[in-house]
């Protein structure tokens, strides 16, 4: 209230809206105060309103580890991708083939970024994974499947 970072006493002429330069920040209270004027003078007492921006949906993530067409991949490995910034959380999918949800299916982690499976991967073969962000806005749409291919054992 009462700050003038996003427009410092922008004189907009004889019009009743205003097109700001950039986009407001997501989530945020907007003060506004506009102040008629005249030849006369400009109008006095004039009270500040304010608005909430909305929260966008967030956008898609990537594997960190393993990365995507990553080969002989340790069969206990944790899955880690990148931390997007308005994501409150996200929904991992794990299959044995392209759509496949047969390792993890839809598995809410929350607010982090690595998911521990709770068994190994089957070995020599290649793990599918689907990371969804999501936030109060919703789920973020259209995010990729990466694959990584699981190292051959070698016989005890």
């Known amino acids: 209230s009462g700050a003038s970072d996003i427009a410092n006493g922008v004189d907009v002429g004889n019009t009743t809206t205003y097109n700001?330069?950039?986009?407001?920040?997501?989530?945020?209270?907007?003060f506004v105060n506009i102040t008629p004027y005249n030849t006369a003078g400009?109008?006095?007492?004039?009270?500040?309103?304010?608005?909430?921006?909305?929260?966008?949906?967030?956008?898609?993530?990537n594997l960190v580890s393993p990365f995507n067409g990553e080969t002989d991949v340790l069969v206990d490995?944790?899955?880690?991708w990148n931390a997007i910034v308005n994501a409150t959380?996200?929904?991992?999918?794990?299959?044995?083939?392209?759509?496949?949800s047969d390792l993890a299916n839809g598995v809410d982690v929350g607010n982090t970024t690595t998911y521990n499976p709770p068994t190994d991967f089957p070995e020599n073969t290649e793990i599918f994974v689907s990371i969804t962000p999501y936030n109060t806005a919703g789920n973020a749409v259209g995010c990729a499947e990466e694959s990584f291919?699981?190292?051959?054992?070698?016989?005890?």
């Open 20 to 30: 700001p330069p950039t986009d407001f920040p997501e989530n945020t209270e907007i």
């Open 89 to 100: 959380g996200y929904l991992i999918t794990i299959g044995t083939s392209s759509g496949a």
């Open 77 to 80: 490995s944790d899955i880690t």
């Open 42 to 61: 400009s109008a006095i007492g004039c009270a500040e309103e304010s608005f909430t921006t909305e929260v966008l949906i967030p956008a898609c993530t």
């Open 149 to 156: 291919t699981t190292e051959v054992l070698i016989p005890a």
